[in-house]
Structures are given as structure tokens and as C-alpha cells.
């Protein structure tokens, strides 16, 4: 798939997403960060003021100097678009001379709105695609970063339910992976590799998984303790 450029991680947290970043990176010319709070929301909700507040007006009235909203009649949707790819490909991406692919993974896809993010995701970056990582819900809820929550496991539950729901709308674009089915048989990871267009490097991904990631140290040795 020689036209992909953008790739980004779905998932909630304590999912294994950081031993999932590292099996992608492990592809040559491949550069995923890290997560970043959810900071393209912040773009998104820009973009989306715009656009709601130029719909809003008249724009006639609204071009004139006297008018209270006078200019966002002209809000230029697509240069905002490609400006704001700008922006997050020089401060959050920030792919290297070699990189053919970046992207990043986020714990944090639990907004209700979030079909139409990932719809605005899609305009910034045409062709880009998801990879959706679950995990045991019982393990994610009753790790650290869930139990000081209330109802940690019914926490984890909706937020997998709303991602899977917003999914369904990306159609080709998405791809599944399940931690406990990758750790246990690696060959499982051949259907993502053939969706990405990659080669399958067994070595490479064997490498990746004997190498702590996250809080966690060696995933096949700790969950089969």
C-alpha cells in the first residue's frame, strides 16, 4: 500500500497499546509517537467553531465591519484543514527524513462525538487509517490506572463499546487487534501486517515482545505467570 501515510492507535488505557506502538515501529520507515492527551481535539473543536459559527450567520451581514461576528462568514474550511495537518505533523508527528508512515497512539477515544472526530481525523489526514487494540476488560479494570475510578470495569466497558460503535463507521479503515490473542500467537499479527501492506518480519516482532514496554516488563513471560 504504497499511498499510506497516517496511521493512528485506538484503545483505553492499560491495553497494551505501548507493545502494539512498538510492533508498528518496528516497521522500517515507520514513526508512531506516543499519546499527546487527546491534543488534536483541541484542533478539532477549533475547526468545528469555525465552521459552526460561519453556518450561523448571515453571511451578507456578517461581512460588513459593523457586524458583531463580522469575518467568520470567510472561516476558509479547507485552509484550516491543511493548516492544522501542518501543525500536527510539525509538533506531534514529526516524522524524520526516512519515516513513510507516522501516526500516534491514544488511550483517550471516549468522547460522545466521536464518530464525527474521526471523520475530521480523516479530513486532515486523507487516507489514514486505525488500528483499534482491546484487551481482556477484566485485566485493563483491575490494573492501577482503572481502580481508583468508579466502577472501573463498567468505565472500560463503554468506552470499548463507543469505540467499537464509532468503528463501524470507518469501514476498510479500521483494523481490530486483541492483546491476549497477539501475545499468546504473534502469527495472529500476520492479518494486520497483510492490511497494512507490509512484509511480516517474525523475527522482528519476536525481538519486539521479549522487550519491556509500558509499566510491564517481558509480555509473553508476564502473562504467562
Do not use: C
Not at 460588513?64 to 484543514?81: C, D, R, Y
Not at 493548516?83 to 491514544?106: C, Q, W
Not at 460522545?112 to 472526530?117: G, K, R, S
Not at 474521526?118 to 487516507?127: A, E, I, K, S
Amino acid at each position: 500500500m504504497t499511498d499510506l501515510r497516517h496511521v493512528f492507535v485506538m484503545t483505553y488505557g492499560r491495553s497494551g497499546s505501548t507493545l502494539l506502538m512498538g510492533i508498528l515501529n518496528s516497521i522500517p520507515g515507520w514513526l508512531l509517537r506516543g499519546e499527546n492527551r487527546h491534543a488534536m481535539r483541541h484542533l478539532y473543536e477549533f475547526h468545528r467553531s469555525g465552521l459552526a459559527e460561519r453556518a450561523r450567520v448571515d453571511a451578507r451581514r456578517a461581512s460588513q465591519p459593523t457586524h458583531p461576528w463580522f469575518g467568520i462568514q470567510g472561516f476558509p474550511e479547507v485552509a484550516s484543514l491543511q493548516h492544522i495537518r501542518a501543525l500536527a505533523e510539525a509538533t506531534l508527528l514529526r516524522p524524520e527524513d526516512d519515516t513513510r508512515v507516522s501516526g500516534y497512539k491514544e488511550i483517550r477515544w471516549y468522547d460522545e462525538d466521536l464518530p464525527d472526530y474521526l471523520d475530521f481525523l480523516q479530513q486532515v489526514f486523507p487516507g489514514a487509517r486505525f488500528v483499534l487494540n482491546t484487551r481482556n476488560l477484566e485485566d485493563v479494570a483491575a490494573s492501577n490506572f482503572w481502580t481508583h475510578k468508579d466502577d472501573p470495569l463498567g468505565r472500560v466497558q463503554r468506552i470499548e463499546e463507543r469505540m467499537l460503535s464509532a468503528a463501524e463507521g470507518l469501514g476498510d479503515a479500521v483494523y481490530r487487534v486483541h492483546y491476549d490473542d497477539y501475545v499468546a500467537d504473534a502469527e495472529v499479527l500476520r492479518g494486520l501486517f497483510y492490511w497494512l501492506g507490509e512484509p511480516y518480519d517474525q523475527d522482528r516482532i519476536h525481538d519486539v515482545l521479549a522487550t519491556p514496554h509500558s509499566r510491564r516488563g517481558l509480555h509473553r513471560e508476564d502473562e504467562q505467570a
